[in-house]
């Protein structure tokens, strides 16, 4: 009989006498049973027991975060062998083997690490700080025999690998759960594909879902440049020995995890201490376009304005134009001119591509530029298409070309094998379209004048005719064809609920025009928005305003309740919020308005969850354009809620600025390139924000701070003050010096960060939200603010828009640009 044998045998026996279990190790004559016991990493990051996913009632070995007490399990040992009851025991056998047996059945071995290597002497089971579960020797402590590293589940920890150790064949990849209730293998797996460029590639079963695109010494498939920031850096490995992707976390008390979940969406989460939930900090599917070969074969598939486009590269054409027009674009796309490798032939070059697939690919390494690498695809009859990387040199495709995206930003020049004739046919047809344009353009500026003449009689009579008609009828020609569900109040219910909208009923007044408590005939309170005649905002944001919001569903957002039109009368119902605005309780501070530190921390991050929402999570990007503290409102718990979305813009989804003419918004919030050139993103809101959160630290206003010993507005004080590195003398004088001071400087330091001159240094949302929950962030230096002096703005917007600019009470401003 073997020794293992023998140890079943005589397992029952040995039970009884088994020694308690040390923290972190378990040793040949101990056990873990299923009674609440659990092995504890030395520095309490990460726990070992039995255990039930939730709504289950089986028995799983697990690791999870000791420090997040929302109990998030990481790798399952028996995930395929569920134990039924707490029947479970959990040992390592002499001969260095580990197990999970039954009390109930010791000689039936429920799971097995089947660890085949050599027999070991005084073998030991231990759980490290990272999370990882070991198997050594203690005769020789540094040598895994075995470890959980190398078996992952659904979910990559900092220290574990994607990809191959093509030394020893070494596979390293995710597998979903099949269900939040059962961790045995689901229908997902996320695994390296180890072709002559890796790329990352998702699958359902057999079929491909997602493939990031291959990586190229830089980047996966022209994605955004991977950048290490508070969370992590980003770690790939590629050589002859090594072919794989990691990440560390770059702050030691940062806990994050990256997932696979059960619906195939690929996670990157951060566990927030002040929420107390886990945030999505970036999902790797951006969008819809990022499903596998959306638009078949030479097809290209871009997402703008929260809608997918696909189109044929040029020089080719639907394969079936019935089905393309019917938007079934699957088949893709063929040539319009077949190639001939007995004629004259050229390339076309495609830029902002995500590299299509490497089915049929090879790589030329002795093609050490563009022009070796085209004269090297050119030798080959069969060769479609090239491109050059900083990794792997010259690219080359044969056949089809597969799972092509455009990027808005980034991305990879592509050249694309063309018939001579359709490299000339495009030359001239540009010169063609060039005149046509012109004559088109002079033919209908002339219809255009005449329509117009004709549109403003019309418009008038149809706005007398229309004045006496129903809600749906006027909202329907005012907004458009939008399917809103927003209910539609009428004039006279409006009316009454603001006593015929009286002084006393008088709330404030905005850009927009005055706003009106109301309560209607159900008791419930609103505030509503009436669009005054002498308004700088009209139709234009009215509608702009009616159909974002009514799309948007966030706790840190103002919730639009009904519109009303009515003849000239356009009105929002919002509902009410009883602490009015921001500004009111730090501008404008007495004894019972004074905000507690406290609170306006929980203020700050509630607007930075608000705006991350907007940027990123919501079914529309949207840029709000004119965030300021009168548009933050706060309810009864002083929860702010942003509003006022008339200026508002939307963005695709790979889509990240635009320049516009009309410049509108408040200066004192403005970021420098908006207000100077027209151009905006999510990060001039980031520089709104910013200038917020200063104002919020410090109880003053940025346009119209004073200070005796210079002109600097509060951003160039605050800079000052940083300098001098006396930062935390910015907190409001009314407030004595928090316990927490660490989180006024936290909130000093990302204020600065966010209102630098340059676009590229300010952080993303989710990176702010990251530095406001981590008590010790990795973050970098601030550098100088944009328009830190109140006079560089007035000067430069003056001198870039070469007309005096409109200003109200708050400052809100409308600028057309010259250009």
């Not at 085949?116 to 005769?139: A, C, E, F, W, Y």
Request: proline letters at 5%; glycine letters at 6%; charged letters at 20%.
């Amino acid at each position: 009989m073997k020794f293992d044998q023998l140890f079943f045998f005589l397992f029952p026996v040995l039970f009884f006498f088994i020694s308690s279990i040390a923290v972190d190790t378990l040793a040949p004559n101990q056990a873990l049973l299923d009674n609440g016991t659990t092995l504890v990493s030395p520095s309490q990051s990460f726990e070992l027991g039995f255990f039930s996913p939730w709504k289950s009632k089986n028995r799983y070995i697990g690791i999870w975060f000791k420090k997040v007490p929302e109990q998030t399990v990481v790798w399952v040992a028996n995930n395929d062998s569920p134990l039924t009851d707490s029947s479970g025991i959990l040992t390592i056998t002499p001969g260095g083997n580990i197990i999970i047996t039954s009390t109930s059945n010791q000689s039936s071995i429920i799971w097995t690490a089947n660890i085949t290597s050599r027999k070991v002497s005084n073998p030991v089971l231990q759980i490290l700080d990272r999370g990882n579960l070991v198997l050594k020797s203690n005769d020789n402590l540094d040598n895994y025999l075995w470890q959980s590293f190398d078996y992952p589940c659904d979910t990559l920890i900092p220290g574990m690998k994607l990809g191959w150790n093509l030394r020893t064949n070494q596979e390293w990849y995710l597998t979903s759960w099949k269900s939040p209730q059962d961790p045995s293998t689901g229908d997902f797996t996320y695994r390296m594909d180890p072709a002559v460029l890796p790329s990352i590639v998702l699958r359902q079963g057999s079929q491909i879902e997602f493939r990031s695109g291959p990586w190229d010494g830089v980047r996966f498939g022209g994605q955004p440049v991977l950048q290490q920031n508070a969370v992590f850096k980003p770690i790939v490995e590629f050589d002859s020995d090594n072919l794989y992707y990691a990440f560390e976390n770059s702050d030691v008390s940062i806990i994050s995890r990256f997932v696979v979940n059960q619906s195939g969406l690929v996670k990157h989460l951060i566990w927030s201490q002040t929420h107390n939930q886990w945030i999505d900090i970036a999902t790797m599917q951006t969008d819809s376009c990022d499903d596998y070969a959306r638009c078949g074969n030479f097809g290209v598939c871009s997402f703008y304005y929260n809608s997918l486009s696909c189109d044929c590269l040029s020089g080719f054409v639907p394969r079936k134009r019935q089905a393309w027009a019917q938007f079934d674009r699957s088949g893709g796309c063929i040539r319009r001119t077949p190639l001939n490798c007995t004629t004259m032939i050229g390339f076309r070059k495609f830029s902002r591509l995500k590299l299509p697939d490497t089915l049929n690919f090879s790589v030329n390494r002795n093609a050490m530029n563009l022009v070796e690498c085209e004269e090297a695809c050119l030798k080959n009859c069969l060769c479609v298409a090239y491109a050059m990387t900083q990794l792997s040199g010259c690219m080359a495709w044969f056949e089809d070309l597969l799972d092509i995206r455009k990027y808005s930003e980034g991305g990879q020049d592509l050249y694309v094998r063309m018939p001579a004739s359709e490299l000339d046919s495009s030359k001239k047809s540009k010169r063609t379209a060039v005149v046509a344009s012109v004559s088109v353009i002079s033919f209908l500026l002339v219809l255009g004048l005449i329509s117009w003449f004709a549109f403003r009689k019309k418009t008038a009579n149809n706005r007398r005719a229309l004045a006496d008609h129903n809600p749906s009828q006027e909202i329907n020609q005012s907004i458009g064809d939008e399917n809103l569900e927003l209910p539609l109040l009428s004039f006279v219910t409006i009316s009454n609920a603001t006593n015929q909208f009286s002084f006393r009923n008088k709330i404030g007044e905005g850009g927009f025009g005055p706003v009106y408590k109301g309560v209607l005939p159900m008791g419930k309170e609103i505030a509503v928005k009436r669009l005054s005649k002498d308004s700088e905002q009209g139709l234009k944001e009215f509608k702009n305003e009616v159909i974002l919001i009514e799309k948007l569903q966030h706790r840190n957002l103002v919730k639009l309740l009904g519109c009303c039109i009515h003849g000239e009368e356009r009105m929002l119902a919002y509902e009410y919020m009883p602490n009015k605005s921001l500004d009111l309780f730090i501008f404008n501070q007495t004894k019972d308005t004074t905000l507690s530190w406290h609170k306006r921390f929980d203020i700050i991050s509630g607007i930075a969850r608000g705006l991350l929402y907007l940027h990123r999570d919501s079914r529309l990007r949207i840029i709000h354009r004119d965030l300021k503290a009168s548009n933050i409102l706060l309810d009864s718990d002083m929860n702010p809620k942003i509003s006022d979305f008339g200026l508002a813009r939307t963005f695709g989804g790979d889509q990240y600025e635009e320049n516009t003419k009309r410049v509108m918004g408040t200066y004192g919030y403005m970021a420098p390139e908006y207000a100077i050139d027209g151009l905006f993103s999510v990060k001039s809101d980031v520089f709104s924000f910013g200038v917020l959160v200063l104002e919020i630290v410090s109880g003053k206003k940025n346009r119209g701070f004073y200070h005796p010993d210079h002109d600097l507005n509060l951003l160039g004080h605050a800079w000052n003050l940083w300098n001098e590195g006396n930062p935390v003398d910015l907190l409001d004088a009314s407030l004595v010096t928090p316990n927490s001071a660490s989180e006024v400087l936290r909130c000093i330091h990302v204020g600065l960060l966010c209102v630098q001159q340059h676009p590229e240094d300010r952080p993303t949302m989710s990176n702010v939200l990251l530095m406001l929950d981590i008590q010790h962030p990795v973050v970098s230096q601030p550098k100088q603010p944009g328009f830190y002096s109140e006079r560089s703005l007035v000067e430069a917007a003056s001198s870039s828009t070469g007309n005096k600019p409109h200003t109200s009470n708050e400052l809100t401003v409308t600028l057309v640009q010259g250009r």
